[in-house]
């Protein structure tokens, strides 16, 4: 088809992880000394946070939940350690290299009026943020950086349990039954038995994998039966959650993930509409999410690969134009890796073949807060 051209925009989300409080003996719990913590000088770049209106940053339940949680050694959960800083500055250094270096389609300094940054509430995220952003243009800025934020209650960036009543009480159960469902309840009875943890105790392998991932990504000395269980426990955290957030249960990944996928939808519709004044459209659309967001945007998107999604882990949606048909397309990477989404021929993807497949759970605000008070399970139909 000829040489393409990179014009518009390019998104990601990514996911930062926290650690749980998993009853174990003193002595078999790893020590998280306050000197993991300290952050390398070339992570470094002042910002600002704001809420989406513009105004002061929102207060963040999650954070006072986190440090109300302390671990062995003087931390407590939920925070950024100097490896995850590495992890994000290393993200942020190979996009500069292909959005820079390679293509020269963003500018080396970063500029308000290029990109744009979104970040859900929480501090961990917000630092994973600023090390991405620190990477990406190598702590030079033109202009402020500014991240922009939610309230927790009418975040989406997140599947959001506590605020959509429907979401909360579609899943609330399945998490319970996802442990009791063949394979993984014997499983996790045999985890918990070596780790001499009470079988009544609400331990699952959601928690888990949490541990045993920033536990062996830090080196620490994991539990034993934490460590040799490791492979296992990713592979029935997967298998849980896909119970949790099943695919053929249209509405639940709506609600999950369809407001997300609305702002990417009218992104790319902004950025292709000719009336749009270039003061309102960005090149780079960063959005900082979790694990539990790309899950199932990857769902929804046909391109989960049933893995957990690693620390630090990045999709990118690419915009592109044909120079002389004028045509759009949509190219998806996951971890740098080009994806073929459900309903399009190949990598480069015909914009409306893409919507298409975006549409399928798309939910417009509005939808998004009536079904998240319906009492009923309905037929959702369009979500537009």
């Excluded at 300094?109 to 943020?129: A, D, G, H, K």
């Excluded at 500014?146 to 997140?158: F, G, N, Q, R």
């Excluded at 998004?368 to 139909?381: A, E, N, P, V």
Aim: charged share 20%; proline share 7%.
């Amino acid at each position: 088809m000829g040489k393409t051209q990179l014009s518009g925009m390019d998104q990601h989300e990514f996911s930062p992880r926290n650690i749980h409080d998993v009853p174990l003996p003193l002595q078999e719990q790893v020590e998280w000394n306050p000197q993991l913590l300290e952050a390398p000088p070339q992570v470094q770049i002042d910002y600002a946070v704001s809420n989406l209106s513009g105004g002061p940053k929102p207060h963040s339940p999650f954070d006072a939940q986190y440090q109300a949680t302390p671990l062995k050694g003087g931390m407590f959960a939920g925070q950024l350690t100097k490896v995850g800083m590495q992890q994000m500055f290393a993200l942020g250094e190979r996009l500069r290299k292909h959005y820079v270096e390679d293509t020269h389609f963003l500018s080396p300094t970063f500029n308000p009026q290029e990109v744009f940054v979104r970040s859900t509430n929480i501090y961990r995220n917000l630092e994973s943020t600023r090390c991405l952003l620190a990477g990406l243009f190598q702590r030079h800025k033109e202009g402020p950086i500014i991240i922009y934020t939610d309230e927790a209650s009418s975040e989406v960036l997140y599947p959001n349990f506590q605020s959509c009543w429907s979401l909360k009480q579609r899943t609330r159960g399945r998490r319970e039954a996802a442990s009791l469902q063949p394979g993984i309840s014997e499983d996790l009875k045999k985890v918990k038995e070596e780790m001499g943890i009470d079988d009544s105790n609400r331990v699952d392998f959601l928690s888990l994998l949490d541990n045993v991932a920033a536990e062996q990504v830090h080196n620490l000395p994991s539990c034993p039966t934490l460590s040799r269980f490791a492979r296992m426990i990713e592979q029935r955290a997967v298998d849980a959650t896909l119970y949790i957030l099943q695919r053929e249960d249209r509405e639940s990944i709506q609600l999950a993930v369809g407001p997300l996928l609305h702002i990417l939808k009218n992104n790319l519709l902004k950025t292709i509409d000719p009336a749009t004044p270039p003061s309102k459209i960005r090149k780079l659309y960063l959005y900082a999410a979790h694990d539990l967001t790309l899950m199932p945007l990857l769902i929804a998107l046909g391109i989960f690969d049933h893995k957990w999604p690693p620390f630090a882990a990045d999709l990118t949606m690419e915009l592109y134009q044909h120079q002389e048909s004028k045509e759009w397309f949509v190219r998806l990477y996951y971890h740098g890796e080009e994806q073929v989404p459900e309903g399009c021929p190949e990598g480069l993807c015909p914009l409306d073949k893409f919507l298409n497949t975006m549409s399928v759970y798309t939910l417009s605000p509005e939808k998004y807060h009536r079904l998240c008070s319906q009492t009923q399970t309905t037929d959702f139909g369009s979500g537009e």
